[in-house]
T-cell receptor
Framework: GAVVSQHPSWVICKSGTSVKIECRSLDFQATTMFWYRQFPKQSLMLMATSNEGSKATYEQGVEKDKFLINHASLTLSTLTVTSAHPEDSSFYIC??????????????FGDGTRLSIL | AQTVTQSQPEMSVQEAETVTLSCTYDTSESDYYLFWYKQPPSRQMILVIRQEAYKQQNATENRFSVNFQKAAKSFSLKISDSQLGDAAMYFCAVIIQGAQKLVFGQGTRLTINP
C-alpha cells in the first residue's frame, strides 16, 4: 500500500529556533500533499495544501511566513516552522494522495511529528 | 462549504459487542466521497473504510460497515465484534469530487471495555 514517511517523529527545541519537518511519499508520486495541525483531543486542522512546483495554498488564519512549505519534488514536501515559540508546540501531520488528486483516492498519512518548544 | 458533524465525543462498548458511531455531513454537491479514519494512541491516521456517494450499496470491510443514507446526509460506522485494538479516535471525513481538501469531523473517542 501507499506509504508516507514523516520525519522527525519528535523534536524538542528552544524558543526562537527554526524546525524543518519532512514528508515523503515512498512508493508513489504525490503532486499534492497536505499539512495538518492537531491539538490534544481535537480534530485535524488543515494548515495548507502543498503543490509540487508551485506555491502552497494556506488556510485562513495560518501565517505563511511562520509556516514555510516547500514541495520541490513529487515525493517530498517540507514544513519549516520559523522562529518557533511555545505556542507553536503541537502535533503536525502530513498526508499525500496518489492518483493525481482524484477525489476517490484516499489520503495517506504520515505518522506525525510532535513538536515541543521550550 | 462542506461540514461534518460527529455528535458523540465519546463512546464505549464491551469487548465482542457491536457499536455504531454516527456522522452527519452537509454539502450541496452530489458527487463526493466519505471516509472513516481511525487514530489510535500512536496517533497514526489509518483509513478504515470509504464510500462513494453514487453507490447505494453500503461499504463493508471485515468487521466494519457503514450505513450510508444519502438523503439524510448520514454516514454511520458500525463495528461488529469489538476488539481491544479498536480503541481509538474515529474521524469521519468528506471530500468533493474534483476538490483537494478533506473535511474532518470533530472525532469520537471509542473505548473498549474488556
Amino acid at each position: 500500500g501507499a506509504v508516507v514517511s514523516q520525519h522527525p517523529s519528535w523534536v524538542i527545541c528552544k524558543s526562537g529556533t527554526s524546525v524543518k519537518i519532512e514528508c515523503r511519499s515512498l512508493d508513489f508520486q504525490a503532486t499534492t500533499m497536505f499539512w495538518y495541525r492537531q491539538f490534544p483531543k481535537q480534530s485535524l486542522m488543515l494548515m495548507a495544501t502543498s503543490n509540487e512546483g508551485s506555491k502552497a495554498t494556506y488556510e485562513q488564519g495560518v501565517e505563511k511566513d511562520k509556516f514555510l512549505i516547500n514541495h520541490a519534488s513529487l515525493t517530498l514536501s517540507t514544513l519549516t516552522v520559523t522562529s518557533a515559540h511555545p505556542e507553536d508546540s503541537s502535533f503536525y501531520i502530513c498526508s499525500a494522495r496518489d492518483g493525481g488528486g482524484i477525489g476517490n483516492q484516499p489520503q495517506h498519512f504520515g505518522d506525525g511529528t510532535r513538536l515541543s518548544i521550550l | 462549504a462542506q461540514t461534518v458533524t460527529q455528535s458523540q465525543p465519546e463512546m464505549s462498548v464491551q469487548e465482542a459487542e457491536t457499536v455504531t458511531l454516527s456522522c452527519t455531513y452537509d454539502t450541496s454537491e452530489s458527487d463526493y466521497y466519505l471516509f472513516w479514519y481511525k487514530q489510535p494512541p500512536s496517533r497514526q491516521m489509518i483509513l478504515v473504510i470509504r464510500q462513494e456517494a453514487y453507490k447505494q450499496q453500503n461499504a463493508t470491510e471485515n468487521r466494519f460497515s457503514v450505513n450510508f443514507q444519502k438523503a439524510a446526509k448520514s454516514f454511520s460506522l458500525k463495528i461488529s465484534d469489538s476488539q481491544l485494538g479498536d480503541a481509538a479516535m474515529y474521524f469521519c471525513a468528506v471530500i468533493i469530487q474534483g476538490a483537494q481538501k478533506l473535511v474532518f469531523g470533530q472525532g469520537t473517542r471509542l473505548t473498549i471495555n474488556p
